[in-house]
Each structure stands twice: as structure tokens, then as C-alpha cells.
């Protein structure tokens, strides 16, 4: 089992960077997949990025590609969303989540979910 706190969360102006962190409990987070998810008002849980086990494979979804960078470090037992160039439709409550063996992007397939963090991004 894996607790996940969120953290690195705020208020950015449109084309700044942030950088989430999310702190797990337990020895075996090193081999849990790791997500980011994020639900804006009134919408949906939609998925943002994932990385296996290994950090040997990330995935994006295309609104974020190529500006957010997933990554892990197993010794600190903590994954990271690096968020650049900020856009004001980032703005929503951001969720890491873990799986030991799912690598998609389905939310329902993610067993173990952090509080969240607000990230609001103004223009």
C-alpha cells in the first residue's frame, strides 16, 4: 500500500513555470506506475502524464506535451510534474496517483490517490 501527498502547488502568471511533487509512504513506491491527473471545475478527471516503475517510459496527453515533464526519484520516493509555460486552462486541482501494474490513462485503473494541489494559472 502507498500514501501520496501532493505539494507545489499555487497562483502563476500565464507562461510561468511550477513544479509539483508528490511524497510517498512505503517501501515499495518504487515499483508503482506513477500519474498526474488533474479536474478543473465542473469537468471531468482527465490525465495528464504517467511514468512506469522504471522511469524508462513517460506518456503525455497532447494538451500538455511537450510542455510538462514527468519524472521520479525511487530514493526519495517522489514523483514530479514539471509544468512550463503555464496557459490558463492548466488552472484545476492536481492529483498524482499510483498503480502497480496499470500504465494507462484511465483514472478508474489508479488504486491509490493524493489529496491534491490547486494550481491556478491567471492571464
Known amino acids: 500500500q502507498v500514501q501520496l501527498v501532493e505539494s507545489g502547488g499555487g497562483l502563476v502568471q500565464a507562461g510561468n513555470s511550477l513544479r509539483l511533487s508528490c511524497a510517498a509512504s512505503?517501501?515499495?513506491?518504487?515499483?508503482?506506475?506513477m500519474g498526474w491527473f488533474r479536474q478543473a471545475p465542473g469537468k471531468e478527471r482527465e490525465f495528464v502524464a504517467r511514468?512506469?516503475?522504471?522511469?524508462?517510459?513517460?506518456y503525455y496527453a497532447d494538451s500538455v506535451k511537450g510542455r510538462f515533464t514527468i519524472s521520479r526519484d525511487n530514493a526519495k520516493n517522489t514523483v514530479y510534474l514539471q509544468m512550463n509555460s503555464l496557459k490558463p486552462e492548466d488552472t484545476a486541482v492536481y492529483y498524482c496517483?499510483?498503480?502497480?501494474?496499470?500504465?494507462?490513462?484511465?483514472?478508474?485503473?489508479?488504486?491509490?490517490w493524493g489529496q491534491g494541489t490547486q494550481v491556478t494559472v491567471s492571464s
Open positions: 496517483a499510483a498503480n502497480p501494474v496499470y500504465t494507462g490513462t484511465s483514472a478508474a485503473n489508479y488504486g491509490y
Open positions: 512505503g517501501r515499495t513506491f518504487s515499483t508503482y506506475n
Open positions: 511514468i512506469t516503475w522504471t522511469g524508462g517510459s513517460t
